[in-house]
């Protein structure tokens, strides 16, 4: 049975769309069969992936307001064991759309529970809000990861993403769990990166994983490229903390989950 896994933060620019996007290739690299779901409108993901947004019309706003089932939306990327549901900027009028539907909370739930046998993991990048989507995406899933950028701010929201993970737990998915929080941009020329680090991990009670992304500068250039970060530059520095993450992911799942 997949591995349902939220990206999120309610804060922008932390690195979820690239945590999506380079956790899910570097798990497909290893083998896992993965099945990444965009559901930021501004559809980085899916452009990260290889494929052009605009080019595909069975997206994930036509599997929330039902016009799609699941199976048709899903597309194969060019990357082995990977799939994507892709998004595009309709989907920011979802939320609206969704007024008065029934249950509307559980839409991606259902849908993904349909084919969550065919996959290892699921991975789902989320908007940076705690709007509708996002509820979504945490009533679908097993885990969320929250990637937290190393800057001054770091901590600032924090508290607000708990308690929105706490409120889901207690009335939409009981079974959620916080699967970890991966610092992000670490810069290890500054101490700011540092003091981040420690203060969060003073404060925060949630796994920490021991993977920490590096700031690399081929990390933002990949995407332009249209290719995940270890197929634009296999021996960078992104990529090897990306694939060393999809291990901690991979084990951490295999100690817990059996
Ligand atoms: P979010 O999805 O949380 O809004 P993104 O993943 O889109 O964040 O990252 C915001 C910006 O920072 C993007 O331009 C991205 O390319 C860049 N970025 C993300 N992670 C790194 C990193 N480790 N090193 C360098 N640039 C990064
Ligand atoms: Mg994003």
Redesign the pocket.
């Known amino acids: 049975m997949g591995r349902v896994i939220s990206?999120a933060?309610q804060?922008?620019?932390?690195?979820?769309?690239?945590?999506?996007?380079n956790l899910s290739a570097c798990l497909s690299e290893i083998g896992q069969k993965v099945l990444t779901i965009d559901i930021?409108p501004?559809g980085?993901?899916t452009s990260g992936l290889g494929v052009d947004k605009h080019a595909v019309e069975n997206n994930v706003y036509a599997l929330l307001l039902g016009e799609n089932t699941i199976e048709e939306c899903i597309i194969e990327t060019e990357i082995e064991n990977q799939s994507l549901i892709s998004s595009d900027v309709n989907l920011a009028g979802a939320e609206i759309e969704l007024i008065g539907i029934d249950e509307k909370e559980y839409i991606l739930k259902k849908a993904i529970s349909k084919i969550k046998d065919n996959y290892d993991f699921i991975i789902i990048?989320?908007p940076?809000s705690l709007n509708m989507l996002t509820v979504n995406a945490l009533t679908a899933s097993d885990t969320v990861l929250v990637?937290i950028?190393c800057e001054y701010y770091a901590l600032e929201g924090l508290s607000q993403l708990i308690h929105t993970i706490e409120l889901v737990q207690d009335r939409l998915n009981p079974d959620l769990n916080i699967e970890g929080v991966v610092f992000?941009?670490?810069d290890a020329r500054t101490n700011l990166s540092l003091q981040v680090v420690e203060n969060v991990k003073g404060y925060l009670h949630q796994n920490i994983y021991k993977t920490i992304?590096?700031?690399?500068?081929?990390?933002?250039?990949?995407?332009s490229h249209g290719l995940p970060i270890n197929l634009y530059d296999s021996k960078s520095a992104?990529a090897e903390?990306y694939r060393e993450l999809a291990q901690e992911v991979l084990h951490k799942g295999e100690e817990e989950w059996q």
Request: one cysteine or more.
């Open positions: 990206i933060n804060k922008g620019g932390v690195g979820k769309t690239t945590t999506a996007i930021d501004q980085n993901t990048d989320c940076p990637p950028q992000t941009m670490y992304i590096p700031r690399n500068v081929r990390l933002a250039e990949a995407p992104g903390a």
